[in-house]
């Protein structure tokens, strides 16, 4: 089974309102990072959550963390047109020695 | 500040034929660096990291290799190319902290 599954697969939402995102993994974890990619492009860290941490926030960004239902969201508020991209869970397991695990990504699209 | 780069941007290749592709990083030292590969609309896969000179670990068998024959440079080769090798190829790096950096990526396409 894959560590870092996010849901939706694909949102589709207005300007101005407010875009979530899940995502589950199934082992024990040091952190949970959600990083964004614009198509064709490269990721770009967004966020990294600690293990012990509960909620985060970073601008227009929230991510929640629950360890005991290996749950994570992301929350982006007011979303602009610019925030059209995938984004990917990545997990930090705890015996992974650096390594990071990937979801299959949500693809936001963002209508003005 | 660092920077990383990867060439070439993109890249069309027939079947049987061999494979490199070249990452450096700029302004950091004794990074560890990592090899993914992305299939369309998917997530991304680890296929080699290195956290030193010569050190490579390979994390699912297939046809491709990985060199690391400098402190900030990272191959990615293959001698005799497949359909399925094509997608897209990202090189990252991380200071030994969780958070990684990624280059802008290699389409490839086997035909």
């Known amino acids: 089974s894959q560590q870092g599954e996010e849901d939706p697969q694909a949102l589709s939402i207005q300007e101005g309102e407010n875009a979530t995102m899940n995502c589950s993994y199934k082992t024990s974890i040091n952190n949970l990072q959600w990083y964004r990619q614009n198509s064709g492009r490269g990721l770009v860290h967004l966020i990294l959550?600690?293990?012990?941490?509960r909620e985060k926030h970073s601008g227009r960004l929230r991510v929640t963390l629950d360890t005991s239902k290996k749950s994570s969201s992301l929350l982006i508020t007011a979303s602009r047109a610019a925030d059209t991209a995938s984004y990917f869970c990545a997990t930090d397991p705890e015996t992974s020695g650096s390594r990071l695990t990937f979801g299959e990504g949500t693809q936001l699209t963002v209508n003005p | 500040s660092q920077t990383i780069h990867q060439w070439p941007a993109t890249l069309v290749q027939p079947v049987g034929s061999p494979l490199s592709l070249e990452c450096t990083v700029e302004?950091?030292?004794?990074?560890?660096l990592y090899w993914y590969r992305q299939a369309a609309g998917r997530g991304l896969q680890l296929l080699f990291y290195s956290v030193g000179i010569g050190q490579i670990s390979s994390e699912v068998p297939q046809n491709l290799s990985a060199s690391r024959p400098q402190d900030r440079q990272f191959i990615l080769s293959s001698k005799k190319l497949l359909l399925s090798d094509s997608g897209f190829y990202l090189c990252?790096?991380?200071?030994?902290?969780?958070?990684?950096?990624f280059g802008p990526g290699t389409r490839l396409t086997v035909l």
């Open positions: 990252a790096w991380s200071s030994g902290a969780p958070r990684q950096f």
């Open positions: 959550i600690r293990s012990n941490e």
């Open positions: 302004g950091t030292s004794n990074p560890n």
